[in-house]
């Protein structure tokens, strides 16, 4: 019953605080206008991930029983960091600016450190050969751990560049983080996973095409952010060879897109950073395939993956 709750609170608190978020996005014109690269028809709203850290949180602190009071502390004051830069890079857009990215940067991996300090953090993994647990130095700790904090955090945003693509991703990342979740026993990475699909769900009422309002460089970053320490509190800490895989696959299609984009950036000459149409949603659009078509497929091929990844682990346990 705490899992269904959690779930059904999360979707109710998005789904109707989002439609004032909205009216105050408009009053006070923090909306994403249309630009060559943004294809969109008119100005649109860009505060989804306000909402979305709202939902969590009430939900987070009423419900989830089990996480300490001093990891919970450090959960909620990375995610204000996180949401805080987001919402400076997304007002700078709304002026049709462009934020630099260096403050972001260093905003994001302090973020990242205060999670490892929470203790959440990636700390070995178990030999598949002699079942022997492999505990790793303090200093690998902390570089795979923020690294992997920083890259998810990434990839989730830079997938955000058509109505319900990052947050459908999101949620089916959550669900399998969940289901997963469930088959190890982990009683806290459930409800938390449960709790992002529920404010995804929520705010995908209003964000599928044609999109109400943007989840924003806030909103992505919030997601992949929360993603990545679910991951870190979940399946990476059983541990095993097969649960490490399970984030992986789950998230394979913003992972394995975007280290394609960074190398073909890099190969390029263009800096890392300097959007351009180059992710795989931009590059099906291309070759002719609708919005919605787009969103569909690349939602299809992630569900496949994620499906691929519990079937795994089943067969594995």
Same mark, same amino acid.
């Given at each position: 019953?705490?899992?269904?709750?959690?779930?059904?609170?999360?979707?109710?608190?998005?789904?109707?605080?989002?439609?004032?978020?909205?009216?105050?996005?408009?009053?006070?014109?923090?909306?994403?206008?249309?630009?060559?690269?943004?294809?969109?028809?008119?100005?649109?709203?860009?505060?989804?991930?306000?909402?979305?850290?709202?939902?969590?949180?009430?939900?987070?602190?009423?419900?989830?029983?089990?996480?300490?009071?001093?990891?919970?502390?450090?959960?909620?004051?990375?995610?204000?960091?996180?949401?805080?830069?987001?919402?400076?890079?997304?007002?700078?857009?709304?002026?049709?600016?462009?934020?630099?990215?260096?403050?972001?940067?260093?905003?994001?991996?302090?973020?990242?450190?205060?999670?490892?300090?929470?203790?959440?953090?990636?700390?070995?993994?178990?030999?598949?050969?002699?079942?022997?647990?492999? !505990?790793?130095?303090?200093? *690998?700790? @902390? #570089?795979?751990?923020?690294?992997? %904090? /920083?890259?998810?955090?990434? $990839? &989730?945003?830079?997938?955000?560049?058509?109505?319900?693509?990052?947050?459908?991703?999101?949620?089916?990342?959550?669900?399998?983080?969940?289901?997963?979740?469930?088959?190890?026993?982990?009683?806290?990475?459930?409800?938390?996973?449960?709790?992002?699909?529920?404010?995804?769900?929520?705010?995908?009422?209003?964000?599928?095409?044609?999109?109400?309002?943007?989840?924003?460089?806030?909103?992505?970053?919030?997601?992949?952010?929360?993603?990545?320490?679910?991951?870190?509190?979940?399946?990476?800490?059983?541990?095993? !060879?097969?649960?490490?895989? *399970?984030? @992986? #696959?789950?998230?394979?299609?913003? %992972? /394995?897109?975007?280290?394609? $984009? &960074?190398?073909?950036?890099?190969?390029?000459?263009?800096?890392?950073?300097?959007?351009?149409?180059?992710?795989?949603?931009?590059?099906?659009?291309?070759?002719?395939?609708?919005?919605?078509?787009?969103?569909?497929?690349?939602?299809?091929?992630?569900?496949?993956?994620?499906?691929?990844?519990?079937?795994?682990?089943?067969?594995?346990?």
């Amino acid at each position: 019953m705490r899992y269904i709750l959690s779930f059904i609170l999360a979707f109710s608190i998005v789904y109707f605080i989002t439609p004032s978020i909205i009216k105050l996005s408009y009053k006070y014109s923090f909306t994403d206008k249309p630009t060559k690269r943004k294809k969109h028809s008119k100005e649109t709203p860009l505060c989804g991930g306000v909402t979305m850290f709202i939902g969590f949180f009430i939900v987070y602190f009423l419900v989830n029983r089990y996480s300490l009071i001093n990891e919970k502390l450090w959960v909620f004051l990375g995610s204000i960091l996180i949401l805080g830069i987001g919402l400076v890079d997304d007002y700078y857009k709304t002026r049709g600016k462009e934020f630099p990215i260096y403050p972001r940067l260093i905003v994001q991996l302090i973020a990242a450190f205060m999670i490892y300090n929470a203790g959440i953090a990636f700390r070995g993994f178990t030999n598949p050969f002699t079942g022997e647990y492999i !505990l790793l130095t303090k200093a *690998i700790q @902390i #570089l795979l751990t923020i690294t992997w %904090i /920083f890259g998810v955090t990434t $990839v &989730i945003n830079w997938s955000d560049g058509m109505d319900g693509l990052a947050g459908g991703l999101s949620f089916i990342s959550s669900l399998t983080f969940a289901a997963a979740a469930i088959i190890l026993n982990q009683s806290e990475s459930v409800t938390m996973s449960l709790i992002i699909s529920g404010v995804t769900l929520g705010f995908l009422v209003y964000n599928k095409y044609p999109a109400k309002i943007f989840m924003g460089d806030s909103g992505a970053n919030f997601l992949g952010f929360m993603l990545s320490i679910i991951a870190l509190d979940g399946a990476f800490k059983q541990a095993t !060879l097969m649960s490490l895989f *399970i984030p @992986i #696959l789950a998230l394979a299609i913003p %992972i /394995f897109d975007n280290i394609f $984009v &960074i190398i073909k950036r890099f190969k390029d000459g263009k800096p890392v950073y300097q959007a351009d149409r180059s992710q795989i949603h931009y590059r099906l659009e291309a070759k002719g395939f609708t919005p919605k078509q787009v969103v569909m497929y690349i939602n299809m091929v992630s569900l496949a993956f994620s499906l691929i990844s519990i079937i795994l682990l089943l067969i594995k346990n």
